[in-house]
């Protein structure tokens, strides 16, 4: 799964499939709007996305090794106060090893299974993705190609439609008002790119915040958005995501296709009801207007709303980016791969933005 990253909560897609956009909005869209229809309808089809596996930390893996540890040494001492030759308590020692290593490659090994099971879902995911929206493009070609309306006909269709979304959206806002809400603004240090992005985001969106918090259930930690995009009308909220390959102080790998950390953060708010988009870094930097324009292509797919898109139809179309992972992320660091593209910004203040957890 390639950037610009985009995850709908599955009561988004329930209620897109129980309340489809009104024919009229789609017979009334000229050719140049049918592109943009097919474009917005890419991302997503109506089917649910694989959970996430719910796998061990890597950290408490370690666990298994100081258990070890404390066994190797309480063995010999159980061994020496019981009158043990040497040999004998060697033997317990390695065999205690060997029950140890079995343990632990078992363990790690049914992780590394689940994990790759859960990519090569999403991989088949995206496949029937594209599958179900080739041919939906395909059957929206052929209805548009023998479609005419008179004229009259045409402005009535338009203020039907335009009834049926305002009917649509006030739907969409009562079941948005599930939506879990931030609790307040995230104190960590935003970078010079960031600031630069909330310029262009404020310029076409109604409702924007920066460093948005949500606390964490069951636990004294919380979650920091980027951004957070509100459509007012419907009420529909996004999550917008800026992923950096490594923080600018310490080097240390972030936002890696190979790590579970952002697979958990995405699902939980999803679960708040939140669409999550995610771009790189670079991507805001060099192509800001093309973001704005992903952004509103979203929107306009769940809300028929393309009063975004249209100040947007000119910009060309995001590029996708490869992720990385936590080896290529190293070699990025090692090369400050981010100076390549941050120059511009201010290079001290830009990299030494401090990764939001």
Known sequence: MNYPIVFYPKVVMQFCHQYPLPEATSSCATSSQLQETQQFEQPVVLLTPPQPPVVLP????????????????????????????????????????????????????????????????????????????????????????????????????????????????????DLMSLRVSPNGTSQARQGVSEQRFLQYLQQYFEEVVQAAEFKIPSSQRSYSADFIVIHTASGLGIDVEIDEPYAGKSKKPTHCCDADSDMRRNQLFLEWNWIVVRFTEKQVVQAPLSCCKFLAIAIAFVTGDRSYLKQLETEPDLLSVKPWTTREARAMAKSNYRLTYLSGFGVGSACNRVSKF
């Open 58 to 173: 890597v950290k408490l893996l370690w666990l298994i090794w100081v258990f070890w540890l404390y066994g190797a040494i309480a063995l010999p001492l159980l061994a020496i106060s019981w009158g043990w030759l040497w040999w004998e308590m060697l033997l317990v020692v390695a065999a205690y090893s060997c029950l140890i290593a079995a343990a632990y490659s078992y363990v790690f090994g049914c992780r590394q299974k689940l994990l790759s099971r859960y990519k090569q879902q999403i991989l088949e995911y995206n496949q029937q993705n594209i599958l179900s929206h080739q041919d939906l493009s395909s059957n929206k070609q052929q209805k548009f190609s023998s479609f005419k309306v008179e004229k009259e006909g045409l402005q009535t269709g338009l203020k039907s439609a335009k009834f049926e979304l305002d009917s649509r959206n006030r739907a969409l806002k």
